[in-house]
């Protein structure tokens, strides 16, 4: 076993220093933050995070500085041994550690120089076992028979724990209470940011006239979902027909169109990129590109491609055709689809190959010997060994298409083509969420809720299909 | 010879067919395309319809490729294009005169570095955050054994079917309780609502935990045997030797702050505040002669907003398509 001998780390220092200058900039933003405000909201609680950074900060601080102090008794105890700077050290002692690192890092660094220079030190800048025990004699690795003890040469930072020989336990089996502590940070955020927003969501749902602001609202009631289904008005007479007319259709639109697509296109690439010899690597990463983009940006190029003057209309002859804005809804739909299709393509691709490269070749060389045709192979082998990648690229894609945004963002620069008197006539159900979101909160949940209701209903659906069809 | 040949046939008759011992069945039919044919005929024919096949899969895979590529192509060129070019009557596939001076437009229109700042800062804080967190928690569900860590664990991987869009209205509400939404929001509160959220994913959790348990128990105990607490085997030993899923990770969190879009949207109330996918969308790139959208500097910016992340591609390819391909690997 390998024992290295640790004299002195310059990186051990920055890290201190760091860790004080990372705490005190924390600390600073925290209190000057702090004293910006009055003291009325400090008491309401509202500035949680200001307390938590200073807080950080101070952490930051006294771990910085116990380093220097901890690095400072490593110097002394070194210094005992290897005896070169022992009166800096003496000179400075405990209340004065952090000066003592400056002086002692420079000699340890230079005295490192010298001793790599010689060949001393492995490249690392470590001193070798063989090394430490040939330059000190007084220390050996060995049975000492006079005190009935083995001495092994271990490193200063954890000599207590160094010879712990019996005792040892696998954490993994064991009750560890420890586990929690690890899982606390998780714990805490996914409470904060993933499980209460979901029961908080349903329940405003139920709410009339959520205000985000306040926390306030109404009573409970169930009209939000009525409302934005068309169904009931408001008590001002105020009638919701964009979401049925617009946003499910869309969205439906959307899931039955591209997924499909998608999802056949992406096998036939894959199975034909698996076949094939030369170029197999740069046409996978051709077609891995798609994947690396920008979905505003590249959605932003679909509406320049398709625009009137634009190319798609150059190279089809039909010019001035209206693709994007001012379009009709239906027109609008090819763009839209094409594009949801070509930027959720590369992921199928490389979740197929990956499924393709790990079946076994004597399947096709079975097919081949029986001389099965193209199509059968494809159909009765590869789909069926393929089936779980299949499935699970399904379920994604599923969920994806029900929650498509980005791609109506990017390419109409809002919910609709602005034809037809302005309608969000592109809208989709999550559209339609991220438009209430702040100013109609409860209609917004109730949104949320029935799109996750769907969401639910689907991959449902589509276990207890796979179980009579995925062969895993 | 023959002794032994006849002792050939019959451990061969008693084991398995030999068939050089067995006449070939006179009701063996072959198929009618093949009849009449040597076998070089026939070898011939598959060799040709092999080529066909080739030949095909390459054109076909070739023709979808331009399809793929054709989208980027046609941007940076649109961004070296003048605008009568970019909306004439005819296309040209590459610019007449080449337009540098667009980029210059669009440094001074669209402002490139505030966002790029921005996105650089809530990318890195976020990617910190995030991995620590899944680090202890993948450590926890696959190295150590307590009550109640494979019911947590299955809550865990539940959320995962959960849209995002059910936390973003309930995560909008607690954020600004916290104080960071609103009148007279910071700089530091924008970024804050913009990376405590994102501190914790649970794909990546599982990620790590999967690969954390393909790392040998004899690790565990030989770094026991030297000493080293449970804390730092975890960053001596677990960590370094899941490096490159870490890294994994890194780069798909950094796409996809850089990719974000509806969140910072949401949460910041100042242009200034915002990462790049809104900045993009929001800039007006307007020919200031004409009135019009100009589509030239528009793909300027879009090139300027694409470049960064095919750089991370192409000096992070293997990471990347690693770290997407492994979400698709049964564990």
Redesign the interface.
């Known amino acids: 076993?390998k024992r290295n001998i640790r004299i002195c780390s310059l990186i051990d220092l920055i890290k201190n220093i760091a860790y004080c200058v990372a705490g005190a900039v924390l600390l600073f933003?925290g209190a000057l933050?702090l004293m910006e405000e009055t003291p009325g909201?400090i008491e309401s609680g509202?500035?949680?995070?200001e307390f938590g950074l200073a807080f950080l900060g101070v952490i930051l601080i006294v771990i910085g500085l116990f380093g220097f102090y901890w690095l400072g008794a490593l110097k002394r105890e070194a210094a005992k041994t290897e005896g070169y700077d022992a009166d800096l050290v003496r000179k400075y002692g405990i209340l004065a550690t952090v000066f003592a690192q400056m002086p002692t890092g420079v000699v340890s660094l230079m005295d490192r120089a010298e001793r790599k220079k010689n060949g001393e030190l492995t490249k690392r800048g470590v001193a070798s076992n063989e090394l430490f025990a040939e330059t000190r004699p007084e220390y050996k690795e060995g049975y000492d028979a006079e005190n009935n003890a083995v001495i092994r040469l271990?490193s200063p930072r954890?000599n207590?724990?160094?010879?712990?020989?019996r005792g040892?336990?696998?954490?993994?089996?064991?009750?560890?209470?420890?586990?929690?502590l690890?899982?606390a940070?998780?714990?805490i955020?996914?409470s904060?940011?993933?499980?209460?927003?979901?029961v908080?969501?349903i329940f405003?749902s139920f709410t009339q006239d959520y205000l985000?602001?306040t926390?306030e609202f109404q009573g409970m009631t169930l009209t939000n979902f009525t409302y934005i289904l068309g169904l009931t008005n408001r008590a001002n007479g105020a009638h919701e027909s964009y979401f049925v007319s617009y946003a499910i259709p869309n969205t439906i639109i959307c899931v039955i169109v591209t997924v499909p697509v998608s999802t056949i296109?992406a096998l036939?690439?894959s199975v034909?990129?698996n076949?094939?010899k030369w170029f197999q690597k740069i046409?996978q990463?051709?077609?891995?590109?798609?994947?690396?983009?920008?979905?505003?940006?590249?959605g932003?190029?679909?509406s320049?491609?398709f625009?009137d003057?634009?190319?798609i209309n150059?190279?089809f002859n039909t010019?001035d055709k209206v693709w994007i804005y001012g379009a009709e809804r239906w027109t609008a739909m090819i763009p839209l689809c094409f594009y949801i299709v070509?930027s959720s393509?590369p992921?199928k691709i490389?979740?197929f190959?990956?499924?393709l490269q790990g079946i076994d070749k004597q399947y096709y060389q079975a097919a081949q010997i029986d001389s099965a045709s193209?199509a059968k192979v494809l159909w009765r082998i590869t789909v069926p060994l393929l089936s779980?990648?299949i499935l699970?690229?399904l379920i994604t894609s599923f969920?994806g298409a029900?929650?498509e945004?980005?791609a109506v963002?990017?390419l109409f620069?809002g919910p609709g083509t602005l034809g037809k008197a302005g309608d969000p006539n592109m809208e989709t159900i999550?559209f339609y969420?991220?438009e209430n979101?702040?100013t109609q909160?409860s209609y917004?949940?109730a949104a949320?809720?029935f799109?996750?209701v769907i969401?639910?209903l689907f991959?449902a659906l589509q276990f207890a299909v796979s179980k009579k069809r995925v062969h895993? | 010879m023959a002794n032994e040949q006849t002792n050939l046939e019959n451990v061969s008759r008693e084991k398995y067919i030999d068939f050089r011992y067995v006449k070939v069945n006179n009701e063996i039919v072959l198929s009618l395309d093949e009849a009449g044919k040597t076998v070089d005929a026939i070898k011939r024919a598959e060799k040709v319809s092999h080529i066909i096949?080739?030949v095909f899969?390459?054109i076909?895979?070739l023709l979808?490729?331009l399809?793929?590529?054709?989208?980027?192509y046609?941007?940076i060129i649109?961004s070296l294009k003048q605008n009568e070019e970019?909306?004439?009557?005819?296309?040209t596939f590459f610019p007449t005169i080449v337009m540098w001076s667009n980029y210059v437009h669009v440094f001074q229109v669209f402002d490139f570095g505030t966002y790029m700042f921005n996105t650089i800062v809530v990318a890195i804080f976020s990617t910190l955050g995030t991995l620590?967190?899944?680090i202890?928690?993948a450590?926890?569900?696959a190295?150590?054994?307590?009550?109640g860590?494979d019911a947590?664990f299955a809550i865990?991987l539940m959320?995962m079917?959960?849209?995002?869009?059910?936390?973003?209205?309930?995560?909008?509400?607690?954020v600004?309780?916290?104080?960071?939404i609103?009148e007279g929001q910071?700089i530091?509160?924008a970024y804050?609502s913009m990376i405590?959220?994102f501190?914790?994913s649970?794909f990546y959790?599982y990620l790590l935990r999967q690969n954390f348990k393909q790392i040998p128990?004899e690790l565990?105990?030989a770094a026991?045997?030297?000493?080293?607490?449970?804390w730092?085997f975890l960053w001596k030993v677990m960590v370094p030797l899941a490096s490159p899923t870490l890294i994994s990770i890194t780069i798909l969190k950094f796409?996809g702050t850089?990719?974000s879009?509806?969140w910072p949207n949401?949460v910041t109330s100042k242009r200034e505040y915002r990462l790049?996918?809104n900045g993009?969308?929001s800039s007006a790139f307007v020919d200031i002669d004409a009135g019009i959208t100009a589509?030239g500097y528009?793909?300027a910016a879009?090139v300027l907003?694409?470049v960064p992340?095919?750089l991370?591609?192409i000096f992070f390819?293997k990471y990347?398509?690693k770290g997407?391909?492994r979400?698709?690997?049964?564990g």
Do not use: C, H
């Open positions: 076993m933003i933050r909201e509202q500035k949680l995070g271990v954890n207590g724990k160094a010879y712990q020989t040892i336990e696998d954490i993994g089996s064991k009750n560890n209470w420890k586990g929690w690890y899982l940070p998780v714990i955020l996914v904060i940011f993933l499980i209460y927003p979901l908080n969501t405003i985000y602001a926390g296109l036939l690439i034909a990129l076949s094939i046409l990463t051709i077609f891995f590109l798609p994947y690396v983009t920008n979905g505003i940006a590249v932003m190029v679909f320049v491609i625009a003057k634009g190319v150059f190279l010019p070509w393509i992921f490389l979740i190959l990956s499924g193209k779980p990648q699970y690229i969920i029900w929650k945004y980005t963002v990017g620069n999550v969420i991220y979101l702040s909160t917004a949940a949320a809720v799109l996750f969401i639910l991959t895993y | 096949v080739t899969t390459y076909f895979i979808l490729a399809v793929v590529v054709f989208p980027f046609w941007m649109t970019i909306n004439g009557a005819v296309q620590l967190t899944t202890l928690a450590f926890a569900f190295r150590l054994r307590f009550k860590r947590v865990f959320t079917m959960i849209p995002g869009e059910m936390m973003v209205i309930s995560n909008y509400i607690t600004a309780s916290f104080g960071w609103g910071t530091f509160d804050l405590v959220p501190w914790t649970v959790i128990n565990y105990l026991k045997v030297d000493g080293k607490s449970d730092s796409m850089w990719n879009y509806v949401l790049i996918s993009l969308r589509y528009q793909m879009t907003v694409t992340l095919f991370l591609f390819r990347i398509m997407v391909g979400a698709g690997i049964k």
